[in-house]
C-alpha cells in the first residue's frame, strides 16, 4: 500500500500501479488540474468509482499538514478546498481516508527551488523560496503514518541547494535520522543519483 504526495496528474503513482503489486490508498496535491487528470485516471484506468476518486486524490496544501491528517478543517481552509474534496476528507483527514496499514510513501516535493536552472534565475539563487522547506511536510506525513520505507525524489541540484547557509542535503538527513528512518548520509547521497535511460527509459533524466 502507499501514499503519494506532491502527486501532481500521478505519474509516479502510476509507475507503482502498474506493477500490479501495489495498491494506492490516497495521493494528495495542490493544483487543481492534476487532482482532476489523476481522478479520472483512476477511474478511466484503474476502476475506481468517482466518488473513491475523490476521496482518495485530495486537493490540499501539505503545508497545513494537521489539518491535512487529522481534518476538523477551519472555515478558511474549507472555503479554499471544500468544494474539491469529500466530506470525509474535510472532517477527518487522510487519517479517515487510509484505512489500512501504510507500507510506503512515496513523492518528490516540487523541483524549483533545487533545480540548477531556478536557482541560475533567480536573484538570491532561491535561498529565500518557501519550496526549499517543503520536505519538511514530507517528514511529518512519514512520521504521522510511520511506513515500512519512503520514496523521496526529487532534481540532482539538491545536493547543492543551501537555503539558509546550510545545504538542504543535511536538513533532510537530520530531519528523517530525527524521526528513526535511515538515508544515505549527505556526504554520500551523490550515489543516489539515478538516470531513466539505465532502466530502460528513452529519455535521459536524472533524478536524486
Same mark, same amino acid.
Not at 474539491?84 to 470525509?88: G, M
Given at each position: 500500500t502507499f501514499i503519494d504526495l506532491f502527486a501532481g496528474a500521478g505519474g509516479l503513482s502510476e509507475g507503482f500501479l502498474q506493477t500490479g503489486k501495489f495498491e494506492a490508498l490516497a495521493h494528495v496535491e495542490w493544483e487543481l488540474p492534476m487532482v482532476e487528470t489523476l481522478r479520472n485516471r483512476l477511474v478511466k484506468k484503474w476502476g475506481h468509482t *468517482?466518488? *473513491?476518486a475523490k476521496e482518495q486524490? #485530495? &486537493?490540499f496544501d501539505i503545508q497545513k499538514t494537521q489539518e491535512l491528517l487529522l481534518g476538523d478543517w477551519t472555515d478558511e481552509t474549507i472555503k479554499s478546498y471544500g468544494k474539491?474534496?469529500? %466530506? &470525509?476528507v474535510q472532517k477527518k483527514g487522510l487519517r479517515g481516508v #487510509? $484505512? $489500512?496499514d501504510v507500507d510506503l510513501i512515496i513523492g518528490g516535493p516540487p523541483c524549483q527551488a533545487y533545480s540548477i536552472a531556478g536557482r541560475a534565475q533567480d536573484p538570491n539563487s532561491m535561498k529565500d523560496d518557501y519550496r526549499n522547506f517543503l520536505f519538511e511536510s514530507f517528514v511529518k506525513v512519514v512520521d504521522f503514518f510511520k511506513p515500512k520505507l519512503f520514496v523521496f525524489e526529487n532534481v540532482p541540484g539538491l545536493l547543492s541547494a543551501c537555503p539558509g547557509d $546550510? =545545504? #538542504?542535503r543535511e536538513r533532510i538527513y537530520e530531519a528523517f535520522q530525527t524521526?528513526?528512518?535511515s538515508i544515505?548520509? =549527505?556526504e554520500d547521497l551523490k550515489d543516489s543519483v539515478y538516470c531513466s *535511460? %539505465?532502466?530502460d527509459v528513452p529519455q535521459k533524466r536524472n533524478r536524486i
Open positions: *468517482e466518488a *473513491e486524490v #485530495v &486537493l474539491n474534496n469529500s %466530506d &470525509l #487510509v $484505512k $489500512k $546550510k =545545504p #538542504v524521526i528513526g528512518y544515505r548520509k =549527505p *535511460e %539505465d532502466f
